[in-house]
């Protein structure tokens, strides 16, 4: 009788711990989204997922993300950080895009952060944004929560706020993004955006 109350104990701690998604469902994600055109390789392909996602490519997924790379990679630079110069130039387009649409802000100190790794909540804010929680994403204590609520971390209960999003965990949130509904909307943010999962 103990054996089958301590079996039955450690059965249920099992399915009481949050499933993770694998790095197979990771690599499976990532690869609809490059179909996609939202998440490119490198030169040779290689998708880069175990690789922490820097500030300034975030940008660069966030306008392909929107359908709205072409314009944000010829946008009027009129939003310079300090932190901007001739080696970084490249993305200066594409950061005055976004905070024009006012999907992502700086670091402080007038800097962008160029280089930076992308932090959990700096994504799950810039997601929120894009699903039209603007206001909730000023409430900089309650985002995780936030986006834990409207399942932006479905598969993603190994992460903490602080931590560095690799390009594999971005790429699930972002899926997860798009299977949202945005506030106010009957409308998933793929039918808002024409994405076609």
């Given at each position: 009788?103990?054996?089958?109350?301590?079996?039955?104990?450690?059965?249920?701690?099992?399915?009481?711990?949050?499933?993770?998604?694998?790095?197979?469902?990771?690599?499976?994600?990532?690869?609809?989204?490059?179909?996609?055109g939202i998440l490119t390789g490198d030169d040779n392909g290689n998708l880069n997922?175990?690789?922490?996602?820097?500030?300034?490519?975030?940008?660069?997924?966030?306008?392909?993300?929107?359908?709205?790379?072409?314009?944000?990679?010829?946008?009027?630079?009129?939003?310079?950080?300090?932190?901007?110069?001739?080696?970084?130039?490249f993305y200066h387009s594409y950061i005055s895009w976004a905070v024009n649409k006012?999907?992502?802000?700086?670091?402080?100190?007038?800097?962008?952060?160029?280089?930076?790794?992308?932090?959990?909540?700096?994504?799950?804010?810039?997601?929120?944004?894009?699903?039209?929680?603007?206001?909730?994403?000023?409430?900089?204590?309650?985002?995780?929560?936030?986006?834990?609520?409207?399942?932006?971390?479905?598969?993603?209960?190994?992460?903490?706020?602080?931590?560095?999003?690799?390009?594999?965990?971005?790429?699930?949130?972002?899926?997860?993004?798009?299977?949202?509904?945005?506030?106010?909307?009957?409308?998933?943010?793929?039918?808002?955006?024409?994405?076609?999962?």
């Amino acid at each position: 009788m103990k054996k089958l109350v301590i079996i039955l104990l450690i059965f249920s701690l099992f399915l009481s711990i949050p499933l993770n998604y694998g790095y197979a469902d990771n690599v499976s994600i990532a690869e609809k989204l490059n179909k996609l055109g939202i998440l490119t390789g490198d030169d040779n392909g290689n998708l880069n997922l175990d690789s922490y996602l820097k500030r300034q490519d975030m940008v660069v997924v966030i306008s392909r993300l929107h359908k709205e790379e072409s314009t944000a990679k010829s946008y009027p630079v009129v939003n310079k950080f300090d932190d901007f110069t001739e080696e970084n130039s490249f993305y200066h387009s594409y950061i005055s895009w976004a905070v024009n649409k006012k999907l992502i802000e700086g670091v402080g100190n007038n800097k962008f952060g160029f280089d930076e790794a992308v932090t959990v909540v700096q994504f799950q804010t810039v997601l929120l944004r894009a699903l039209n929680y603007t206001e909730e994403a000023k409430l900089n204590e309650s985002i995780p929560d936030i986006a834990k609520k409207i399942g932006l971390m479905e598969g993603l209960s190994h992460l903490s706020p602080k931590d560095s999003l690799t390009r594999g965990d971005m790429a699930v949130m972002i899926y997860n993004a798009l299977n949202t509904r945005a506030k106010g909307s009957p409308l998933k943010l793929t039918e808002i955006l024409k994405v076609d999962l």
